[in-house]
């Protein structure tokens, strides 16, 4: 799974003050649609180009690959499940 490169986000996303993880995760269930990532998380489409863009060059992911958006998609499931039970105990 992908877990370091979320976890590089993440990081990514604390030091700068930005959300690349939840446009990640919005793209994802956008099914990889910029315009509709867009205007669920109600910023211009040149926003999500940019911060996927930004995504590519922090991880050195790949998103031109069903394979790594397969990876992605679990690997967010399964961190979501994660921070849930964190949060429950």
């Known amino acids: ?11 990514y996303d604390r ?3 930005v959300s690349l993880v939840r446009t990640l995760r919005t793209y ?12 669920t998380l109600q910023v211009n489409r040149s926003t999500v180009i940019r911060h996927l863009e ?11 690959k069903s394979s790594v958006i397969l990876l992605l998609r ?4 399964e961190k ?5 039970v964190k949060t429950t105990q």
């Open 54 to 64: 930004t995504i590519r060059e922090v991880t050195g992911i790949q998103m031109e």
């Open 80 to 84: 979501y499940r994660m921070d849930m």
């Open 28 to 39: 994802l269930d956008c099914l990889l649609n910029q315009s509709r990532t867009a205007a």
């Open 15 to 17: 030091m700068h003050g």
């Open 1 to 11: 799974m992908l877990f370091s490169e979320i976890r590089q986000l993440e990081e």
């Open 74 to 77: 679990l690997t967010m499931a």
